[in-house]
């Protein structure tokens, strides 16, 4: 497996810092397509439609003007003309399975972009396709995605800083089991790659290890964010899924309509993920394109219906939802096919293809002249391009996502001639996010926060305010701090932190602060700026206190050691047998000696508690033979020169309790062969043996 897919599949998140923060805005003014706008509110989405091995555009789109040139040239695929869904304008018709597109065109809400490809075209599948993922000249080798590298630009913080107050929800959503080079950032992935939200699974359990600043200690850092962030995510979709309810539209039974049919689940579980993938392959048709018989039918044909029955239910839901003025689809494959047919019913790689998009807000007039068809091919034959690929990222960027005029040249790596996508009584000139009919102040200076008029609001940077805390010294002692500053100090401050009065920040302070006296819990502090009324800044902060003090110990008597755990605190005070030293590691081995033990565990901080435990380690006492008649024999280890013996049967009666000298052998013998038959115990001890054994008298 690749590198990028492993941790792709690893899959995408950032964890969560301790302190977050809301942006300088109360979000109930906050545009919902502004360009700093969050994931707590719903906005414009895009799915991006992916049709694997080169989709045959002209059996998708037919110049109808060119009908003859068709058939004298693609005998073998040609589509019946009484077959064809004619678009009554243009000259155009779709292919017979695609009547819901023919559905959406009559109802404004489709738009054809005719003969999309790029300069010096590639007819292998794989480079192709990395081109238009990576946004890229045919000539050039990228590692991102056009998509990965728009996202980044919006969310210079992520992935280090998501999900967080405001975005709490995944920026891109792929769906399948591998990950797109498209959503590739030139620092991480953008895109969480799901198939089944509501089965997901932790994919590792919670940790948080502090690595060291080598080339290792980073990836290892890498791995355990983008962890981290998969947990969170994940919850969110499996949340977001299971909350969602579908009005009852119907989905066929395909793998694509499955795709769409979670994502219209998602939708209306709450999920306001801005950009979704789905995709479909078998487009690469070089044989059985048609059937031969009617080409109308054939694969071709299903592929098409598939899309056809996929987008009609997901679209017939988002109306259900009301949520369908929020949805851009676009179609993109690698390439198309070529214009004559081949002998096995079917076409090989050519260059161009039409892109279709679908949503409420296009400005849906045809982009493009018909494909010019030759009546006669004689070796190989390409359409013209009429667009570059990159014009329609760029008006997708621009014009949907709320790009702005440096967006293009920042994400795609240049300016393209401008294309219109969206309608223009939806276009936003300033790009500020908020459309020219709703925008009351059109000359908004680019990147800047806006209400849901498009009027600037007053801001501050985040690193403006510094907020530091310090934990409380003890369980229950309530004296936590929390110290507060601003950097600007040209205005007047008033801050709000839970459960206290209000503090201002002025000159005659020097904007600092100290809040002290404060138990261990959560916070909030909250920034406002004389003057600005509907500023605010908001941090969530956490004061901790010391946990006790937790210690446990597991002893292996044949190695004679003992394994301790501890928690609560970074370095530990050990008492082995009287003999004290430090530790900062939470497990430890020691060694322990024959007899009696005593560990005495503290911290530097008393009321945290304390440890103490006392370990016996016997010497070895073999019991020989068993079962007996009359007599036993007892092998006594170590080195004590007398011991106490206990004999005793299982009613509890004891028949001999005295104390022995030890020989030389260190073998002592006991009498039984006055005693009745049963089992009986036999406790030795002594300073180096604590031992029971149980011995059987026949």
């Given amino acids: 497996m690749k590198r990028r897919t492993f941790i792709h599949q690893l899959a995408h998140a950032a964890a969560m810092p301790t302190l977050f923060s809301s942006f300088g805005i109360n979000p109930l003014n906050l545009s919902s397509y502004s360009l700093l706008s969050n994931t707590l509110q719903d ?68 738009k054809i972009v005719h003969s999309v490809g790029y300069k010096n075209p ?14 890229s000249d045919s000539h050039q080798y990228l590692n991102s995605g056009w998509l990965g590298r728009y996202l980044e630009n919006k969310h210079p913080e992520f992935p280090e800083a998501y999900p967080s107050e405001n975005y709490p929800h995944p920026l891109a959503l792929e769906m399948g089991w591998n990950s797109s080079l498209q959503f590739t950032g030139t620092k991480s992935f953008t895109s969480i790659v799901s198939s089944t939200p509501d089965n ?16 290792l200690g980073e990836k290892l850092t890498y791995l355990q964010l983008m962890a981290k962030q998969s947990n969170a995510y994940g919850e969110v979709l499996k949340e977001t899924y299971n909350k969602g309810a579908l009005s009852g539209v119907e989905f066929p039974r395909s793998n694509l309509a499955d795709q769409f049919k979670i994502i219209a689940k998602l939708i209306s579980g709450g999920l306001n993920t801005r950009i979704y993938k789905v995709e479909i392959g078998g487009f690469d048709t070089h044989g059985s394109q048609v059937d031969p018989s009617d080409h109308t039918k054939g694969e071709h044909a299903n592929l098409l219906s598939q899309i056809n029955n996929a987008v009609q239910a997901f679209m017939q839901e988002m109306d259900a939802q009301k949520k369908s003025d929020k949805i851009l689809g676009m179609t993109l494959t690698e390439f198309g096919r070529t214009v004559h047919s081949n002998g096995t019913n ?46 329609l990222y760029q008006a997708v960027i621009n014009q949907w996502l709320g790009g702005t005029s440096t967006t293009s040249s920042e994400v795609l790596f240049k300016d393209f001639d401008n294309v219109q996508l969206i309608a223009k009584e939806y276009a936003d000139l300033d790009g500020d996010g908020v459309g020219d009919p709703y925008d009351l102040c059109n000359n908004t200076t680019p990147g800047a926060l806006v209400d849901i008029h498009g009027c ?3 801001n501050l940077p985040q690193d403006n305010y510094e907020v530091t805390v310090i934990s409380a010294t003890c369980l229950g002692s309530s004296n936590g701090s929390i110290q507060i500053s601003a950097t600007a100090q040209q205005h007047t401050y008033n801050v709000t932190i839970s459960g206290q009065d209000s503090i201002t920040l002025s000159t005659e302070n020097d904007h600092h602060a100290i809040i002290s006296g404060l138990a261990a819990g959560s916070y909030q502090v909250c920034f406002t700026v004389l003057g600005q009324e509907n500023y605010q800044q908001c941090f969530g902060v956490q004061i901790s206190e010391p946990a006790p003090l937790s210690a446990s110990s597991k002893v292996n008597y044949s190695n004679k050691t003992v394994h301790l755990s501890m928690d609560g605190s970074t370095a530990y005070t050990l008492k082995l047998n009287g003999k004290s030293f430090v530790t900062t590691d939470d497990e430890l081995y020691l060694d322990l000696k024959t007899g009696l033990n005593t560990i005495e565990i503290a911290t530097d901080l008393s009321c ?18 068993n079962p007996t008649i009359d007599w036993v024999q007892l092998y006594v280890g170590g080195s004590d020169p007398n011991v106490k013996l206990q004999l005793s049967d299982l009613m509890g009666r004891v028949y001999v309790s005295q104390e022995f000298e030890v020989p030389v052998n260190r073998t002592l013998e006991l009498q039984m062969n006055s005693y009745p038959s049963g089992m009986y115990f036999i406790q ?11 011995v059987i008298k026949e």
């Fill in 346 to 391: 079917g076409t090989d790689h050519g260059t161009v293809s039409p892109m279709l998009f679908f949503g409420n807000k296009l400005d849906t007039s045809v982009l493009g002249e018909n494909p010019n068809i030759p009546s006669r091919i004689d070796g190989q034959y390409d359409l013209n391009r009429q667009f570059d690929y990159r014009q």
């Fill in 122 to 135: 590639s007819y292998s599948h794989f480079r192709s396709m990395d081109i238009l993922q990576t946004a």
């Fill in 43 to 110: 906005g414009n989405i895009l799915i991006v439609l992916l049709l694997n091995g080169g989709n045959d555009g002209l059996n998708m789109v037919i110049p109808l003007n060119m009908k003859s040139n068709l058939h004298s040239v693609r005998p073998n695929v040609v589509l019946p003309d009484n077959k064809i869904l004619s678009l009554g304008t243009n000259d155009l018709g779709l292919h017979p399975s695609l009547s819901f597109f023919k559905s959406l065109h009559d109802e404004k809400r489709l």
């Fill in 200 to 215: 997901f699974y932790e994919i590792i359990n919670e940790f948080d290890n502090h690595y060291p600043s080598t080339n």
């Fill in 608 to 625: 945290q508690g304390s440890y103490f435990e006392e370990i016996f380690v016997s010497e070895e006492v073999l019991a020989y033979p």
């Fill in 684 to 694: 030795v001890q002594g300073a180096q043996v604590k031992s029971t054994l149980k």
């Fill in 456 to 458: 600037e609001l007053f």
